[in-house]
């Protein structure tokens, strides 16, 4: 078996019994990013040195038996939004095209600890804001399914690298989607974790209520390997929960029989594509032949759930995002006339035209005389749609839908139109916003050979359940293959619109 | 004539609570230490950091909240106060707006006439402070020192029930005296550590309605609030027989040149866009936690005034001027359980140690001599081992740097000489060496002794016991 093909536990597993190394892993990673790095464009910042100094010492660590987990000596790659000591952390964003972090985020520490080889950090939409990874300062990614498309957003970077080989895993962040939506366009295994599972102390913060660290794999079993080093409390961060059993790793087993599955009228209605409907309920009829009870239920508010959380994530972004002023660190204007001016300059130039937008929104909705009809509603609705999916979990033990109402658009479609590019977050902004768990999973490929994501949704530190479920559909399904087996474009796309 | 009218005060106390870190990092608040060296990424503002409130701060709140008879707010909020400024790294303040910790509380003060009043404690808030902008005239630039970002305060705001600066010092003096006794902060108006800003309007005597008012700030002690107070109230008079209208707006107080002059009206007021902050959990204040602070509250003033009165039996005024200071009244209680001398203490305490503390400009808070060494200095002078002089000189150099009396005694000689046969020699000799003196004595002029007695004591070196000279001189006279 070819390095490249191994799944991240594989290759760990095959690094500790000596059939390869850590440093030899790393290489063939390198050599698929040279040949590969131009056409996909999936890394901000690529540390070639450094990575190779970690897996010498990470490979003595093994060797000595210091170090025998689940990821030892797998390199990874890290989305740009979280700090790692002395390495460049951007966010995809020229405000920060020159920061360098004093201290790391510590789910990057607890990879670290697991004797994990971080490659670089990977692009992404400009502080998470976007559906595409197109409002990357520093150019968009493409789909390693398709060139001519996008590969989702805003962990877009790190779905990308893991689909074309780049990496053998990576973390992102999801704060209305940004793991799990890339995740299904890029034919990957995504998690959103439970809010307050991962801590989010270094991670450079865009909604802060909503925003959590989850990982990105090319199986169910990384993801649940991934997760379990992940996940900790940390008090650093208030919010961050304590006394879970994280060994997610004994989740990984065959067996539904029993598990009650909702699926949401509400999310099979306009606007959803026929492949993508039809691929998953496929995957709902797998569960249901391997003993789930499957149904359908109403779920909703489901329409509320995109104003609401662009009301409340844009408020918090637009307060998160004041720090970037020139002042301590980062992109300061060159010419400026007194400190008013330096703000207005070093802001209006270093930041993009979708991170200004969502500023302006958050700056008007916490304005006075508006915040009670924006914020303040929206945070009451925010908490009828957590009611909604308490009461869906009185009934259920897993929530069953798709994670986007497409595939994967082509590059440069959705920028134009904003609002379309929000409502495309339909299906996985109200995970977010009432705080849930959920993973995304490959289940189908859609006309065009692009893949389509299966959503799971769990009820709060219900993480074991939803990776018993997502492992067992898996093993049903079978290998889903992979991007760059593909050569050049999966097939004909139809003619764009207006050619 | 001209028509009567009525001044009506309110005051926003800002205090720096006195933890040892800041209120949502680990970083120290010590004062005074190299520009950025208390520093870390959450008082820095870094990106990914993220603030972890300190539970001391919210202890202190309360503490506050229950001497000041407030409701403890049981399920509370910070907020984030936006505003860009350099000494603010986040750009936004963590304070708290919707759901302040403490509310409708209030202190009783003593007015002129003698009578009593309540001033109403509108609500108790906690919040950071900022940073501090230092310009470089040389290098023509800003500099901004972030140790103190982060440093915890508590806002207190009065409702507006002051009616004079004399109500308002009360009110002030009460405060100070509740939280030093809580040992929450130190109160020191001149360094900061309380800084109250005043809202003031006038109104015509018997009128219902407020009048528009100003606030005040940059009052850096009690004679620049009472100057600030009386000037704004003669400012906003003036404007109002002059026909013209008082502006809402914010003044700045320049005490130097005894007036003040506006920096922001109303118009200019920010939109701060409060909000929750999400970085923090709500907070939640257990019937536990309550008790155990009840528990904790030390004695009052006014109890301990009680206390003094029946236990050490030393004058009213004694009383009222140590336990006007929390520092003196420990140093007091301490060093009468050391040597059970009340009154000598008490008399250490309103003699020497304020004649000091005048003298050398230093603030009771920063008294340093222990009460142990007192109490030895007290038996010292008891014993006769040292006389009075000698033991106020010592006392002076304990004042500077709490030094044993007893070892200081000893390596600097001053024990007094008790030797009868080398004191009489001394003083024959003075006799033979001032015969107009003994001249005058003898003649009946009884002061004469009193420069024989200095000449004795001088040629001693101080150190003998002045009765001893006085029976001897006598005897030998």
Redesign the interface.
Known sequence: MALLDMTATELAAAIKEGKTTAVDALNEVFERIEAKEDTYHCYVTIDKEGALKQAEAVQRQIESGELSGALAGVPVAIKD???IKGML?T?SSKI?GN?V???S?EAVINLQKAGAVIIGKTNMDEFAMGSTTETSAFGATKNPWNTDCVPGGSSGGSAAAIAAGECFYALGSDTGGSIRQPAAYCGIVGMKPTYGLVS??????Y???LDQIGPMSQDVTDCAAILQTIASHD?????SVSTQDTDYMSALEEDVKGLRIGIPKDYFGEGLDEDVKSAVLHASEILREKGAIVEEFNLSLVDYAIPTYYTIAA??A??NL????G???GYRTKDFNG?HNM?KKTRSEGFGEEVKRRIMLG?FV???GY?DAY?LKALKVKALIKKAFDDAFSKYDIILGPVAPTTAPQLGSSLSDPIKMYLGDIYTIAVNLAGLPAISLPCGKDRNGLPIGLQLIGDCFTEKKLLRTAYTYEKARGAFGKAMEQTGKAAALPEKEGM | MGKEYETVIGLEVHVELATKTKIFCGCSTEFGKEPNSHTCPVCTGMPGSLPVLNRQVLEYAIAVGLATNCDITRYGKFDRKNYFYPDNPQNYQISQLYLPICRNGGVEIETKEGGKKTVGIHEIHMEEDAGKLIHDEWEDCTLVDYNRSGVPLIEIVSEPDMRSAEEVIAYLEKLRLIIQYLGASDCKLQEGSMRADVNLSVREAGSQEFGTRTEMKNLNSFKAITRAIEGEKERQIDLLEEGRKVIQETRRWDDAKGESYAMRSKEDAQDYRYFPDPDLVPIVVSDEMLDEIRAKQPEFRTEKMKRYKEEYNIPDYDIEIITGEKRMADIFEETVAVCNQPKKVSNWLMGETLRLMKEKEVDAADLRFSPENLAKLIELNDTGVINNTVAKEVFEVMFDSDVSPEKYVEEHGLKSVNDEGALRKTIEAVIAENPQSVEDYRSGKEKAIGFLVGQTMKAMKGKADPAMVNKILKELL
Not at chain 1, 200 to 205: E, P, Q, S, V
Not at chain 1, 235 to 239: P, V
Not at chain 1, 322 to 325: A, T
Request: with cysteine; hydrophobic share 30%.
């Open positions: 939004n979280m700090c952390t966010c920060l920061f972090p004093t201290y985020a989010r102390y270094g991670l450079i913060a909604g802060s209520s008090a650093k961060d208030s919010t408020a918090e637009s307060s004041e720090r970037f002023d002042i301590k660190y400190l703000y700056s916490l304005s006075s915040y914020y």
